[in-house]
């Protein structure tokens, strides 16, 4: 701050100055408004501090000493691998509209905003939680992300994990168990931890502990009307992507130990007649918090969501059937790859079902399909959600959104509308 | 092209390989007990005791032999035994002794079963001669039969004196038979007094085999299981060596670096469908084998289609499989036995389906033994694909022609069939192994490996999959539910892919989709191990009774929450907090 009033350093280090300036004071915006939303329990404390640990303090991610961090960009890199190397896992993929701008001249004019903020964030080169990974993991999932992992390969250590396109076949899976094999490679070479066992097993409990707390999170989310509210569930999901997993496992337990609390005494965080609503499609990364945030300040109740960046991306744990090294390796590449309903996939009837599931478990009554602008292959499938959720008789409506702020209100308005046919219109079928 | 041809060419060769040693499974023998003829003698002497047989391995003693005839049963008829010598012994002896000493108006007789051969034959021991008036025959192992001159002795009164000297009056019935008596009193060996009038009165001492379990008898049974073991053990410390030794210098040795590694962290047992799996296949197990030692009854009609073995005359129910690999001696029999035959089958079927393969088979419990003690070892296994289970479903086929149509080309499956080295050694019968043996090496190292690989390729499970459309047990996806991350399949001792990739059912409907198949061994498995709340079930009648849980399923992996400070300690957090 004072560099930039005293016109201090070189120009580099003003624009580098000028842009942690500008990130943090987005990220402080939107923390307050998820802080300011009502019913707020005292246990996301610790979530909202790791967002603020990491993009309002500019500080690295939250680990332990001495654990290196590797990045990782999708959901279908296992944490439980990087964990078992004793390196720890951080999803870089960003949500910054700072970032974003700075991204803006790197890539294409229709590429999505996320792999924007990715590349600003990687040529600005000032995050600490960027800077400290000492590898890069770059699944190839869609184009976009191919693209950012040749970038990044020229300027840092990085690894693409080719992810198959079908899941169907063995072949596909036993593909992914190879590309397993080779990331764990190369772990190896950044912190000299040899793929064991031993450290394998150790790792998949600690994030069987996490995924434990998460069904728990999960199971309580289900009561009805409310248990917490979506922005800050959305919260706490995000903050897993910059914490070391012991330590969201200890803050979720609290967290759901609280919410359990209320729930007993019948404290909720909403009112029954909030029309209720899923939100599913790109994924929705702090501080890009807008689109959460207007469902509910327009009244509405975010009950749950399908986007990697929230509950998918912990949600599924491997199936350990093999107790050995080589069986724990499969059951990561499975459970990797199989359940997960990244559109990049040939064949995704596996979204359109889990979506189904979803709209029975949180009994939804209407659904916002988010796409960022230039993510395609979400918007390929809006076609067929529209369709199926027709059948149902459950509304749902395309939302585009870029990485600023000048289309909030835009926003606003759509939101709200369909917030009101849920509200008054045919849609209240439920 | 020209590989697939190859390929193609190596399988039928391996087909007729199997097929032919198969045929001569009998002369490939793996362990051979000497003739019961070559191992038996006959001592007789006087120590002024009761007319009695007694069993001291493989010799056998005629106790207070005074003026005695002895006589052996031959596949000729009675024979009389001139010494007591093992030379003199009829050749075509049957294994049956049977001695007469007649002493004023009291007619003392002592025999003894057929154990003493340790054959195998339905009939009873039945001499039917002018020398022996009095005779009692053990059938089936669960009456016996009493005859006077050659004739069923209806509607008496006989007095059984047992080893222990308690006596018990009983009444034949109208075939001459007596069923009151447990097959435990037997074992000890027993008196029959008749008295057909005040004049004559006839005693007959009956003597099995004494107890076979525990003795250096049956430590010498269980010698050729025993090598079975060792070889096994021997054949996987060489796989996991040879394989480390290879690998060793490859680079990506993916599935093959066979790691054995040791675990510190405390496994969780949550009991559930799987314990009671444990539980059912361990009493099956135990009943199958000692079944008749234990509860002291057979169930000689119940012809239960599983991999037990029938050489084994201890176990609680018959074995189906006899039956089936032998239909040329089915057809043989009374109607009784045919109609008994069919009877379990249909209602096994029908009831259970392949529920037997997965809670009952002794085979598979073996197999399951195997695979658990690779998990303890954490030694990495064969990870099969597609390609692999259509070999598999090519070999059952072969197997199925053989286990079938051997009886009808005058081979016999049991030299062949594995099972064959377990059940009847654990018991105590000695039971020379053809090509059975060393299959039985296989089957014990590949189930290590791969778990239950046997059942992939065996005939009875595939016959008795075949009716799981009438089974009253199911398997049940909600596809809607369903995740599809494939866990089900990964988990499957049978490779049943259909079980992941089914999205829709037959009639278009999403949940309770039947995803049954010939091959499912209903051992839950795939129930465990999915993350999904009722996005598996198992249902029996329409019911369910185990059901995916996703909160049970993480249960299994988690440490319980007060113990996740070690996770935290493990590397120490001092930078943050």
Not at chain 1, 404 to 415: A, C, G, K, P, T
Not at chain 2, 332 to 338: A, R, S
Not at chain 2, 509 to 525: Q, R
């Amino acid at each position: 701050m004072n560099d930039y009033i005293s016109r201090q350093g070189s120009a580099e280090d003003r624009r580098k100055a000028r842009f942690l300036n500008k990130s943090s004071t987005t990220a402080i915006k939107y923390l307050r408004k998820i802080e300011d939303l009502p019913h707020k329990p005292d246990a996301l404390k610790p979530f909202t501090d790791v967002l603020k640990h990491v993009f309002v303090d500019m500080q690295g991610a939250v680990n332990p000493q001495g654990v290196p961090s590797v990045g990782t960009y999708c959901v279908m890199i296992p944490p439980e691998l990087i964990y078992a190397m004793g390196a720890m896992p951080v999803k870089l993929c960003g949500g910054s509209y700072t970032a974003f701008n700075v991204g803006d001249d790197i890539a294409p004019r229709d590429a999505c905003p996320l792999v924007k903020a990715i590349m600003g964030f990687e040529s600005i080169g000032v995050m600490p939680v960027y800077q400290e990974c000492q590898l890069m993991a770059v699944p190839i999932t869609c184009d976009c992300k191919k693209k950012l992992a040749g970038y990044l390969a020229e300027r840092r250590n990085t690894i693409a994990l080719h992810v198959p396109s079908g899941r169907d076949r063995d072949e596909d899976m036993e593909q992914y168990v190879r590309e397993l094999y080779l990331f764990s490679q190369k772990l190896t070479e950044v912190t000299d931890v040899e793929l064991s066992y031993e450290r394998l097993s150790w790792a998949c409990g600690m994030t069987a502990a996490a995924q434990y707390e998460l069904s728990r999170f999960i199971e309580l989310r289900r009561k009805y009307p409310l248990a917490i509210k979506g922005t800050h569930y959305m919260a706490a999901m995000n903050a897993i992507s910059y914490t070391h997993i012991s330590l969201w496992t200890r803050y979720m337990h609290n967290l759901c130990d609280e919410i359990e609390a209320k729930a007993k005494r019948g404290v909720m965080a909403s009112k029954e007649n909030r029309p209720r609503i899923l939100i599913t499609g790109s994924p929705i990364v702090f501080p890009n918090f807008k689109i959460p945030l207007l469902i509910e300040e327009m009244g509405g109740a975010l009950v749950a969501d399908e986007t990697c960046m929230g509950e998918r991306g912990a949600y599924d744990p491997p199936a350990i059937v093999d107790q050995s090294t080589d069986g724990i390796m499969r059951a990561l590449a499975n459970k990797s790859t199989r359940p997960c309903t990244c559109p990049t996939f040939v064949d995704n009837k596996r979204r359109v079902y889990r979506i189904m599931q979803m709209l029975k478990d949180y009994r939804v009554q209407g659904v916002i399909y988010h796409v960022l602008r230039g993510c395609l292959v979400y918007d390929y499938e809006y076609q067929v959600m529209e369709e199926e959720l027709g059948k149902l008789g459950i509304p749902i409506i395309r939302i585009e959104s870029d990485y600023n702020e000048e289309d909030v209100e835009q926003l606003r308005i759509r939101i709200e509308a369909f917030i009101e046919l849920i509200k008054y219109g045919k849609g209240s079928s439920k | 092209m020209k590989n697939k041809v190859t390929k193609r060419i190596l399988f039928a060769v391996f087909a007729i390989a199997l097929c032919v040693a198969a045929y001569f499974a009998a002369d490939l023998a793996f362990f051979q007990y000497d003739d019961p003829l070559e191992r038996a003698s006959l001592t007789i002497i006087n120590d002024g005791e009761d007319l009695s047989f007694t069993y001291d391995n493989d010799a056998i003693t005629l106790h207070g032999g005074d003026n005695t005839t002895v006589y052996a049963l031959t596949y000729g008829g009675t024979a009389v035994v001139t010494d007591a010598y093992t030379e003199n012994l009829p050749s075509d002896f049957m294994g049956s002794f049977a001695a007469v000493q007649t002493d004023g108006n009291v007619t003392r007789i002592a025999k003894t079963d057929m154990e003493y051969t340790q054959g195998y034959t339905t009939a009873a021991n039945l001499f039917l001669s002018d020398e022996i008036p009095f005779e009692v025959a053990y059938a089936d192992r669960e009456y016996f039969t009493v005859y006077f001159n050659g004739e069923p002795l209806s509607n008496v009164e006989i007095t059984v004196t047992l080893s222990d000297g308690s006596q018990k009056t009983v009444t034949t019935d109208k075939s001459g038979n007596i069923t009151d008596l447990d097959l435990n009193d037997v074992r000890g060996g027993l008196s029959f007094t008749y008295i057909s009038d005040t004049q004559n009165t006839y005693i007959l001492h009956y003597q099995v085999e004494a107890d076979t379990i525990f003795t250096a008898r049956w430590l010498s049974a269980m010698l050729p299981f025993g090598i079975i073991i060792l070889i096994s053990v021997v054949c996987i410390v060489l796989d996991v060596f040879l394989r480390k030794l290879l690998y060793q210098k490859e680079k990506m040795p993916v599935g093959k670096t066979a790691i054995t590694a040791k675990d510190t962290r405390k496994k969780r047992i949550l009991p559930g469908f799987e314990t009671v799996r444990w539980i059912v296949m361990i009493l099956s197990f135990a009943l199958l084998i000692f079944g008749s030692r234990l509860t002291g009854t057979v169930f000689s009609n119940v012809q239960l289609p599983v991999l037990a073995c029938p050489y084994n005359l201890d176990q609680l129910t018959s074995a189906g499989c006899y039956y089936f690999s032998h239909p040329d001696v089915l057809f043989t029999e009374g109607w009784q036995e045919i109609l008994a035959f069919f009877g379990t089958f249909i209602v096994c079927a029908v009831l259970l389906g392949r529920v037997l393969c997965g809670f009952i088979c002794p085979l598979g419990f073996v197999q399951d033994v195997a695979h658990e003690a690779r998990q303890a070892l954490h030694i990495e296994g064969v990870s099969l694909n597609e390609k692999m289970y259509t070999v598999l479903r090519l070999v059952k086929w072969i197997m199925l022609v053989i286990f079938l149509g051997i009886g009808f080309v005058g081979g016999n499956f049991c030299d062949f069939c594995p099972a064959a080295a377990i059940s009847p050694a654990l018991a105590g019968f000695k039971l020379s192994l053809g090509l059975g043996g060393f299959f039985m090496i296989i089957v014990i190292v590949s189930s290590f490996f791969k778990r239950r690989s046997f059942c992939n390729i065996c005939p009875l499970g595939y016959i008795l999959g075949l009716t799981h459309k009438a089974s009253l047990f199911k398997l049940k996806k909600d596809a809607v539910a369903c995740t599809e991350c494939g866990a089900c399949y990964e988990a499957c001792p049978m490779g049943i892919k259909s079980i992941f990739t089914v999205r829709e059912g037959k009639k278009g409907e999403l949940s309770k989709i039947d995803v049954t198949t010939p091959d499912c061994i209903m051992c839950g498995e795939c129930v465990r191990r999915c993350p999904e709340n009722n996005a598996l079930a198992i249902t029996f009648c329409g019911k369910k009774v185990y059901n995916a849980d996703r909160m049970k399923f993480m249960k299994q992996y988690a440490p319980k929450p007060d113990k996740y400070a070690p996770f935290l300690n493990h590397e120490k957090s001092d930078k943050y907090e």
